[in-house]
């Protein structure tokens, strides 16, 4: 629980309204909200995995355990990624089942959608006394989030083949990173500057614009996220399982030495690779 | 259908997760001014069918001029404007883009 106490947010002062405000500003819900459906035939696929499965494997299962954040927050249950390393070398065939089991009926336990979310002022602002001053963050349940990692590696497998990654995407790649963003944009840029001014040429004139998707993380509607992965022909078993992961999230706010019950709220959670694969090949927007 | 769009060779579109990065190159900066609108109005229709839009608060423009350019004593007011979703976006001296 934030041990700082949180000035009056967007006019109210208890402790209720204050996690209703930040409840709308920061995980909007945009899950009952009318949305238009995708044309049919509105995204194409290079390959069709549609039918495609593989098993969890102990040696999968080991892979992601090892390339876990250590030393995060443990969520709801107290259970360490630690304990989990523990568990997977003592009895390795324990994760396997329970996470190949999730993934056949496609299930996400309801609590693993559980989060305590604490937020953080963010720094240089004004004014706190709005609920977008502040950061969530959401500590979950680690076999959660060990479960996410392992789906987040197959659909970042999964999506470039599927053509539902754009080769300008460089977030969550595995081969990509910040500096071949900045490359990739900037050394045609450098080349066209440095040539030399001609008659028939003038000097360039490169310009470079950006620009932000507005609240990308709370704007995906999970239907529309399910139709894009359909007609991206991603594995089913992966389309249905985002499903049930994106439905029924539960959150409880904590500060002010106060903590509320779970209340449903919007998949704003979402780890960022599974997320971004799902979405960004949507994405249309982004390529 | 969507994948069959192809920019020019004198373009970039770089991506990192939520942000959107444009590079144009040409002979003005008016005519940049114009195709980064076009471009950007051609993602925000695309943008249209999944709920998705830009947030023209936190766009930048930046005019990468050479060194010795007569341009770069100009006031950045003075060059053309450009709107994205009927907002001017003000060019800068420098922008940060992811994080840099």
Known sequence: MHHCLIPPLEGQTNFKAKCASLRNALFPTVNNLPRQLLPPNFLTSKLDMYQQTYPVTTGKVFLAITHLKYGTSV??????????????????????LLFEACLVHTAHPP???????????????????????????????????????????????????????????MGAQPENSVVDALLRTFTPIATAISKKKTAKNGAPRPAVLTHDIEGVFNQ???????????????????????????????????????????SPTSAASLKVPLFHLSFS???VILC | MLEKHHYPTDTTNTSYVDVVCMAQMSHSIAEANTLLEDRTNQHLHRGLH???????????????????????????????????????????????????
């Open chain 1, 75 to 96: 969520g709801p249950y107290g259970i360490s990624y630690t304990t989990l390393h523990h568990l997977h070398e003592s009895a390795p065939e324990i994760l396997p």
């Open chain 1, 111 to 169: 609590e693993w959608k559980v989060a305590n979310c604490v937020i953080i002022p963010k720094p240089g602002k004004l004014s706190y006394a709005h609920a977008k001053s502040y950061r969530p963050i959401s500590p979950q349940s680690c076999f959660g989030k060990l479960r996410e990692s392992i789906v987040a590696r197959r659909l970042t497998s999964a999506a470039p083949r599927c053509c539902a990654t754009h080769p300008s995407q």
């Open chain 1, 220 to 262: 995906v509607h999970p239907s529309t996220l399910q139709e894009v992965m359909q007609q991206r022909c991603l594995p089913m078993y992966l389309t249905k399982w985002i499903s049930a992961f994106n439905t029924d999230r539960k959150i409880a706010f904590g500060f002010d030495q106060q903590s509320e019950d779970c």
């Open chain 1, 281 to 283: 090949s949507s994405s």
């Open chain 2, 50 to 100: 999944l709920g998705l839009t830009f947030a023209p608060s936190k766009s930048e423009l930046l005019y990468c001029l050479r060194v010795n350019s007569k341009h770069k004593n100009i006031s950045l007011s003075s060059h053309p404007t450009l709107r994205v979703m009927n907002t001017t976006i003000i060019p800068k001296h420098q922008i940060k883009y992811l994080g840099v």
